[in-house]
């Protein structure tokens, strides 16, 4: 089983319209870190959060860690094609050795314009 | 900016070959990771490096070996390659600071057949 859960696995989406995406962990997080991976590419970093409680916005993109640091959501604003890509969190769900992360299983976005 | 570098991008084997993925960061960071993806599982860490001169072994270690060659390179060798390890490789390093995000190569895209 996955020690960090995504969901949705996939979603489809006109453009314009609102979404969210969640990462959940039986465990306490610390640090989550959202990334995007465009088809052949490979992931660039978006944000990270670490404080329970956290929010952090990026243009029309923004995260929040909940209060017990055990899921984190990505909301994405009017949504554009150019949003289209797989989006994965990773986290220290450990918390005993910075630097080694553990990811979740992606969830794949489509934007249709 | 480089960043981190992957090579080759595209590899097709036999099973049993043997080949070395190469991959140099060029940001001074002390810790590497060696990563594979597969369909519905995210990213699974194959072996970190914590600095130059060790490695450690991350949650699929077996069928590869690693080499952390200097503090730029870290590569991934399958000494005898077999099918379940046709997969994307993604290589990437961090800062060895709390709360850093790890960055990201394009991957190698390598199939076994």
């Known amino acids: 089983s996955q020690e960090l859960e995504q969901s949705p696995q996939s979603l489809i989406v006109q453009e314009g319209k609102n979404l969210t995406i969640n990462c959940t962990s039986s465990?306490?997080?610390?640090?989550l870190y959202w990334y995007k991976q465009k088809y052949g590419e490979g992931l660039i970093f978006l944000m990270m959060?670490?404080?329970?409680?956290e929010e952090k916005s990026h243009e029309k993109i923004t995260a929040k860690l909940d209060e017990k640091k055990q899921q984190s959501s990505l909301h994405i604003t009017a949504s554009q094609p150019s949003h289209a890509g797989i989006y994965l969190c990773g986290a220290d769900v450990g918390g005993t050795s910075y630097g080694k992360l553990t990811f979740g299983q992606g969830t794949i976005l489509t934007v249709h314009p | 900016n480089a960043g981190v570098t992957q090579t080759p991008k595209f590899q097709v084997l036999k099973t049993g070959q043997s080949m070395t993925l190469q991959c140099a960061q060029d940001m001074n960071h002390n810790s590497m990771y060696w990563y594979r993806q597969d369909p519905g599982m995210g990213l699974r860490l194959i072996y970190y490096?914590?600095?130059?001169?060790?490695?450690d072994k991350g949650e699929v270690p077996n069928g590869y070996n690693v080499s952390r060659l200097n503090k730029r390179e870290f590569s991934l060798r399958l000494e005898s390659a077999a099918p379940s390890q046709t997969s994307v490789y993604f290589c990437?390093?961090?800062?060895?600071?709390?709360?850093?995000?790890?960055?990201f190569g394009d991957g190698t895209r390598l199939s076994i057949l």
């Open positions: 990437a390093s961090s800062a060895d600071r709390p709360n850093q995000p790890q960055h």
């Open positions: 465990k306490t997080l610390y640090g």
């Open positions: 490096s914590a600095s130059e001169g060790t490695t």
């Open positions: 959060l670490q404080k329970g409680g």
